[in-house]
């Protein structure tokens, strides 16, 4: 609302200034409580009391209630328009005595008005007026002194009287300046209201990539944690292996050192008593009376008897250290081997187990599908099979579920499909419609599909909706990867390195079944593997 429209709907109607503590009536009009108490003090006398503005009869004194928002609203008016004229500095052009600020200015009278002046000012249509203004003669023809009143379309430009009746712009189309002025606010509100749609789908976008960054922070994040805690766990394990490993090591080392300290000594002892012999045969062997010699009781037998028979290098039955590693070098491999069991542990957390296998129901094949006898082919019949109609059969279409669905945990499954013709994989809830026309999946919303269309054109689909993909699938082999739990179905493709083709994310409701449909060709099951990690 313009400033002058503003300022009139906050005018009293009695004393035609803007309001002063407002009240309200019952009928809802506003007066300065001053004025209106005024006039019904007039009406005493009658007992009949009126509104001022449409005259609605009271038969009680009204009360007044004070229009709060209405006050607020022109104190509020009150204090711009003391601050703009604090700024501009237009006042009043007849009251010469005291400066009035002005609130309108006459373009045809060059005049500023102030409230008490513009009341009694001319109100003919040639009196035109705008907000206050100190440069008048810019709303004047630069070349006829004229008010500008009208507006050439075919120029753009605002003109007057003469400009358009013996100036360069006689014969063009003309509008009022006032209409052209409404036509051209109408057309900014209309752009205006387009960019505030505009606005509101792009704030609507940020709110939803702020959702799915905070998403994809919370999934970091508990990633993060999870990790960390598998990181911690290792570390644990780690080191209670090293300490458990190093205590065995210590102690054999104690155990096998105080066994040869033992014999060491045991040892040590022989040697002493072998070099006391050597030392007496010595003397024996350097004596010269051959009585003493034989005579000597020492000589009998030099050797001890419990010797005899044994090693002539170590005497006989001593104990001796085994050959080899002196330490239980495969005790402490068996308990290195242990850490097997802990990156065993670590890789079940990482590793995604698939299911021990996916089995076709025959009871959801459609009469146009053939299943294989173990159960993991489906391939499009030349000729419409003889299968009994049942409610859980597939009717009209190439398509079969799997016996088996999921209802938490990680789970993925591959394929293998024909080099021609189209179809689909993917997953289903069991309640997915059998006999309607949006029974294929990704064609309704209990479905989540991956495939191949006319034109060798491959997307995805749920719920009709249909994200094509950029490039082709050209290895033939599809993973189909779940994650029950964080709602999310991916699709991958089987090749070097393998590719991600699109991830749905979603709230699972109902388990969900392994579902393909072929129109053409066949799509094998491929068996179970076990060397794929998920990226995290």
Not at 32 to 59: A, H, K, N, P
Not at 463 to 483: A, G, Q
Request: hydrophobic fraction near 30%.
């Amino acid at each position: 609302m313009a400033s002058a429209d503003l300022r009139d709907e906050l005018l009293c109607s009695i004393c035609l200034s803007t309001f002063k503590d407002p009240v309200m009536l019952r009928c809802g009009h506003n007066f300065c409580r001053v004025c209106i108490d005024r006039v019904l003090d007039t009406q005493d006398e009658s007992g009949v009391y009126s509104c001022s503005e449409c005259r609605e009869e009271f038969w009680v004194r009204p009360a007044l209630m004070r229009n709060l928002y209405l006050h607020n609203v022109a104190e509020r008016f009150l204090i711009t328009q003391q601050e703009q004229e604090e700024i501009t500095g237009i006042c009043c052009t007849y009251c010469v005595d005291s400066p009035v600020p002005a609130v309108r200015s006459c373009l045809r009278c060059e005049a500023s008005l102030c409230d008490k002046h513009l009341r009694v000012h001319s109100k003919s249509p040639e009196h035109v007026l705008s907000d206050p203004s100190t440069s008048l003669e810019k709303r004047k023809c630069s070349v006829h002194e004229k008010i500008l009143e009208y507006y050439c379309t075919e120029d753009a430009a605002c003109i007057c009287v003469s400009c358009s009746l013996a100036g360069e712009h006689r014969g063009h189309q003309l509008e009022m300046l006032y209409e052209a002025s409404e036509k051209k606010e109408k057309k900014l509100r209309n752009d205006l209201q387009k960019l505030i749609t505009k606005r509101e789908k792009t704030e609507e976008r940020v709110q939803r990539l702020e959702e799915r960054r905070r998403k994809a922070q919370g999934k970091a994040a508990g990633e993060v944690e999870r990790v960390t805690a598998l990181c911690t766990d290792i570390r644990r394990r780690v080191d209670d292996l090293e300490k458990k490993v190093l205590s065995d090591i210590s102690r054999q080392e104690k155990e096998e050192s105080l066994s040869l300290s033992a014999l060491i000594h045991q040892l040590e002892i022989k040697k002493d008593e072998l070099s006391r012999k050597m030392r007496h045969i010595e003397e024996l062997c350097n004596m010269t009376d051959p009585l003493t010699v034989l005579q000597d009781p020492d000589t009998g037998d030099l050797c001890d008897p419990e010797e005899k028979g044994g090693d002539e290098d170590t005497g006989g039955h001593d104990k001796q250290p085994h050959d080899g590693d002196d330490l239980e070098v495969a005790m402490i491999s068996h308990t290195l081997h242990k850490l097997y069991d802990v990156t065993s542990g670590i890789r079940s957390g990482i590793y995604v187990e698939g299911p021990a296998d996916i089995l076709l129901d025959v009871t959801t094949a459609s009469n146009n599908v053939l299943i294989s006898d173990d159960l993991k082919t489906a391939t499009s019949a030349k000729e419409k099979q003889k299968r009994p109609e049942t409610a859980e059969r597939f009717q009209n279409n190439n398509q079969v579920m799997s016996r088996r669905g999921f209802t938490s945990g990680r789970h993925y499954w591959d394929v293998e499909i024909s080099r021609s013709g189209d179809w689909r994989v993917g997953m289903c809830y069991p309640s997915i419609d059998r006999r309607g026309w949006q029974l294929v999946i990704g064609d309704n919303n209990k479905s989540w599909s991956l495939g191949r269309y006319i034109n060798n054109q491959y997307s995805v689909r749920h719920d009709s909706k249909e994200i094509r993909l950029p490039d082709k699938i050209s290895s033939y082999r599809v993973r189909i990867y779940l994650d029950y739990e964080a709602g999310q179905l991916s699709f991958y493709e089987l090749c070097d390195p393998i590719r991600h083709l699109h991830t749905f994310t979603a709230t699972f409701s109902e388990p969900l079944h392994a579902v393909l449909y072929v129109c053409e060709g066949s799509i094998k099951i491929l068996g179970r593997r076990s060397n794929w990690v998920k990226p995290l």
